[in-house]
Structure formats: structure tokens, C-alpha cells
Nanobody, 123 residues
Framework: VQLQASGGGLVQPGGSLRLSCAAS????????IGWFRQAPGKEREWVSC???????YFADSVKGRFTISRDNAKNTVYLQMNSLRYEDTAVYSC??????????????????WGKGTQVTVSS
């Protein structure tokens, strides 16, 4: 089971990026998928989650700026990040729930992780 996050890069404050989380060897459509980030010297932070029913959840720090979506045909989950701030700089990773059908507010067991992608917000 492998997940791969991609789409990171260098962006100016106020800019946008779209991250992708793709999977090989298993499908994502029945699992909750979470995005997390870790800035240098800080603990890993949960950012967003999308359940198999399409319901979405966001950390307060990104609410109103980030959206999460899934394209089941492409077996990919996206994190659209708008109005980026310096404090959004981090390595972003995606994770998949071990079980099918768990809602994000039921505490998914994010067992499957992928290598992250660096997002740097700088002028």
C-alpha cells in the first residue's frame, strides 16, 4: 500500500497550490483520507479530512482557505490551498484510513501514509 502526495512548491503569500494524494495497489473511495502537515520544529498537525460519503472537515487554521475533494475515477484526493500564508509552510502528507466507511468525526485510523510534499510560502 503506497500513497504519494505531490503538488507542493514555492508560492508567494496569498497564492494557491493544489496538492494531490494518489494511491497504488488499493482504492481510496471507500476510506477517509486525511491531510496533515509538519513544520520544522513543530508537531505534526491535522489539516483536513474527507470521508467516503464526501463530508469534509478542516482545522480552524485553514477553514475558509483550503478545500478537499476526491476524484474516485482517478483514485486521487486533492487539497486546494488558497490565500496561503507564511505559517502554512510545512511538509504536507496524506493518510488513508485502515477501515472502510469511517466518518472523519469518528476518528479514522490513519494507518497508511505516503511520503510528503514540501510547501513553502515565501516572498
Amino acid at each position: 500500500v503506497q500513497l504519494q502526495a505531490s503538488g507542493g512548491g514555492l508560492v508567494q503569500p496569498g497564492g494557491s497550490l493544489r496538492l494531490s494524494c494518489a494511491a497504488s495497489s488499493f482504492t481510496l473511495d471507500k476510506r477517509a483520507i486525511g491531510w496533515f502537515r509538519q513544520a520544522p520544529g513543530k508537531e505534526r498537525e491535522w489539516v483536513s479530512c474527507i470521508a467516503s460519503d464526501g463530508s469534509t472537515y478542516f482545522a480552524d487554521s485553514v477553514k475558509g482557505r483550503f478545500t478537499i475533494s476526491r476524484d474516485n475515477a482517478k483514485n486521487t484526493v486533492y487539497l486546494q490551498m488558497n490565500s496561503l500564508r507564511y505559517e502554512d509552510t510545512a511538509v504536507y502528507s496524506c493518510a488513508a484510513d485502515r477501515w472502510y466507511g469511517t466518518r472523519c468525526d469518528e476518528g479514522p485510523d490513519f494507518t497508511f501514509w505516503g511520503k510528503g510534499t514540501q510547501v513553502t510560502v515565501s516572498s
